[in-house]
């Protein structure tokens, strides 16, 4: 039993790093620019198509793929900032309407680029870390774990010790007060939109080869964390993080001893209770939400 | 515009001579296509999203048997030959898409019959099938029904067929005695869970757990996995699960330390699971569907015409797409065609009627015969025999040949009771 439930917790723990990747960067998003990317499932996407192309098809060393994944999608990032949501920024609903487009189109150009079956990608390592008699660990998502701890950490000392980090932030809490402070809108929508993205789509490599890749991969991941957001408060870093342990291990554990459709119940009850108890989130603030 | 081109020097009565010219050139191919007779046949399948990979490679096998029976001089009805094309509908496996695609392939493209993946999409085209009397063909007989009078599952006899597969383990891994089940909660996974179930109570196999249901959303397959491997099964079965999950969960099941017996449905792409495993990790495992190069296929019981050289051309065309479909929509098309030519027409109750003649079929592995009033109410699916397959040494090959209506006449008690314990039986379903 032991055993089950160190497995179990194992398991919990890779969830909560590819899901906290995704949420965090899709609350940094609205965050900055309030805006609720619907395509941010479609850039986990691009970031996983970003491992086909570079690790599984070009033979490009996968970390090497990951990163060129990383800034690809961070690229791609900056075009919906530019293209979509600088010329809708006091339109919210608008830049909600142009991001389902986006997510269109992406899944379009999938389908064109790579065809609509899931593609093979090599296995990374087969190594599997024994961690008891029946505890195993894939190093493979080891990597992930290691990469969410790192990137997590890095955006929060970002966020909380540089300069950039501080305009973000003030930016995402009074955009009016930031302008007269000299801090430009602009730019740190720039930015949050490029690690937002760049977040989304690392998520996506690095689970590429541990995952289905299809061109709809994209659609689990995104409700999965628009409930983690929810719960965590929109708009709330510390609350997307949370949120995406509670989450992870609430479905993990309830899937492995009861089953996987009453684990998607008790997620979605979840999300339910926090709304009636606390309908800003666990984090959130009243004038956000 | 034109007033444009007038003044560029062209006259009016230029532009009109040369409009009547095109009009009347643009006119001319359909007139000559009209003289050679054609008869269209529709493709109403996902070929794209999640269950794309049970559509897409059946419609690249079809085209390569209309080009091959084109290429033989066409279907012939009566005096007259025609030629085969193809239409086809992706109906993203969506019932209301379902819906539409059936009602554009009758009225504006003007088919004759229309094959189907079936399971959630047949309740959308059934409305459509009842007003206009078109043949329908399903790879699920789990869709038929008292009320399906003009569908047909004349292939593929899912999920039944999957008893032949615990048959055969039960026979040759006797030392197997327990087995644990996963599926995808839908129409697909259910009727398959039940029929697994009762193959495996025939074969005297223990479940050691409720089969474990998950969303058909679901990507990350590892608490599966953990939960199936906590109760130290012998055998591990995938029930009908698609490749997207087939794949992972195997990949799982490898990783964390499964060395016990996987039987699966289908096991499409498998040479992509062996890499992502290992050739010793696969080594054994039981699905069924072949490839089509098997020796096996070349026996007299086949009525699949010269598989072999169909397995060449389509992985000539479309190597590594290879899967449990490809094969099944020619095949149809193959009774189909015999249907018709019996009955020197292609409307659908003529084909209808010449396709259940007897109460016997030629079914792609061996001669079969009209059945299922029991189970589904109708006696629409054709059954016969059906291979199991094993990967040995990295390949698959066909261990043998097992009759379904035998397995059936000893335990289709446990069948119907498994079927109605899942609310499967056609009276069941809503």
């Known amino acids: 039993m032991l055993d089950l439930l160190a497995q179990t917790g194992l398991n919990a723990v890779y969830a909560a790093s590819y899901i906290s990747l995704v949420a965090v960067g899709l609350v940094l998003i609205f965050g900055v620019m309030g805006v609720v990317n619907f395509a941010h499932g479609e850039l986990f996407m691009v970031g996983a198509y970003a491992v086909v192309a570079l690790y599984a098809d070009l033979q490009v060393p996968f970390f090497v793929a990951v990163a060129a994944g990383l800034i690809f999608v961070g690229c791609l990032g900056l075009v919906m900032e530019r293209a979509l949501f600088r010329p809708l920024r006091d339109n919210p609903l608008g830049g909600l309407v142009a991001s389902i487009g986006f997510l269109m189109i992406l899944q379009s150009l999938a389908v064109l680029g790579f065809g609509v079956r899931m593609e093979h990608i090599p296995p990374v390592t087969q190594e599997v870390l024994s961690l008891g008699d029946k505890v195993r660990l894939p190093v493979a998502r080891l990597y992930v774990i290691v990469a969410a701890i790192v990137l997590l950490s890095s955006l929060w000392y970002f966020l909380k010790r540089t300069r950039f980090g501080w305009a973000l932030r003030a930016s995402a809490q009074d955009p009016e007060a930031a302008m007269l402070q000299g801090i430009s809108i602009n730019q740190t929508a720039r930015i949050a939109m490029f690690i937002g993205a760049g977040l989304a789509g690392v998520a996506g490599a690095l689970t590429a080869p541990l995952v289905s890749v299809n061109p709809h991969m994209g659609h689990s991941v995104i409700v999965t964390a628009f409930i983690v957001i929810i719960v965590g408060g929109v708009g709330s870093l510390e609350g997307a993080i949370v949120a995406s342990v509670a989450y992870a291990f609430v479905h993990t554990f309830v899937t492995t001893f009861y089953d996987g459709v009453l684990a998607d119940i008790v997620g979605l009850s979840l999300m339910l209770i926090v709304l009636i108890v606390k309908p800003t989130g666990l984090f959130g603030s009243a004038d956000r939400a | ?430």
């Open chain 2, 1 to 430: 515009m034109i007033s444009n081109l007038v003044k560029a020097g062209l006259t009016r009565r230029t532009f009109l001579q040369s409009s009547a010219v095109t009009a009347i050139s643009a006119g001319l191919p359909g007139a000559a296509f009209a003289a050679d007779k054609t008869i269209k046949i529709g493709f109403l399948a996902p070929l794209t999203g999640a269950v794309a990979a049970w559509g897409k490679p059946g419609l690249d096998g079809c085209q390569i048997w209309a080009e091959r029976v084109n290429a033989a001089g066409g279907i012939k009805l009566g005096d007259d030959s025609y030629t085969v094309e193809l239409v086809s509908y992706d109906n993203e496996y969506d019932p209301a898409k379902a819906r539409t695609g059936a009602t554009k392939l009758i009225r504006e493209d003007g088919v004759s019959f229309i094959m189907m993946l079936g399971g959630d999409t047949w309740p959308g085209v059934q409305p459509v099938a009842d007003r206009t009397g078109m043949l329908f063909s399903t790879l699920l007989p789990s869709d038929l029904s008292p009320d399906t009078a003009t569908l047909f599952a004349p292939t593929e006899v899912h999920p039944i067929y999957l008893v032949t597969g615990v048959e055969w383990l039960a026979e040759n891994r006797p030392e197997l005695k327990t087995a644990v089940m996963c599926a995808q909660d839908d129409a697909l996974g259910l009727p398959s869970v039940a029929t697994y179930l009762a193959a495996f109570e025939a074969a005297g196999i223990e479940m050691l757990d409720e089969p474990l249901l998950f969303d058909p959303a679901t990507t990350d397959f590892a608490p599966v996995v953990t939960r199936l491997l906590s109760k130290n099964p012998d055998i591990v079965c995938l029930d009908t699960c698609y490749s997207d999950y087939v794949h992972p969960i195997a990949e799982q099941l490898f990783q964390q330390g499964f060395t016990g017996q996987i039987i699966s449905a289908t096991a499409d792409f498998y040479d992509q699971m062996i890499a992502k495993t290992s050739k010793e990790f696969m080594e054994g495992f039981i699905f069924q569907f072949p490839d089509f190069d098997d020796p096996a296929l070349n026996g007299d019981n086949i009525n699949f015409e010269d598989p072999n050289g169909f397995y060449a051309t389509y992985n000539e065309r479309h190597p590594g797409q290879w899967g449990a479909v490809s094969w099944e929509y020619a095949s149809i098309m193959d009774l189909w065609k015999a249907a018709a030519e019996k009955a020197g027409s292609a409307a659908p109750d003529a084909v209808a009627a010449a396709m259940k003649e007897g109460g016997t079929g030629n079914h792609a592995f061996g001669d079969a015969k009209w059945w299922g009033t029991e189970l589904f109410g109708i006696d629409n699916a054709l059954v016969g025999d059906w291979p199991v397959v094993v990967i040995q040494d990295g390949k698959a090959v066909i261990k043998g040949f097992r009759s379904i209506p035998d397995w059936y006449d000893k335990h289709g008690d446990l069948l119907v009771k498994h079927m109605q314990a899942y609310d499967q039986m056609w009276d069941q379903r809503s």
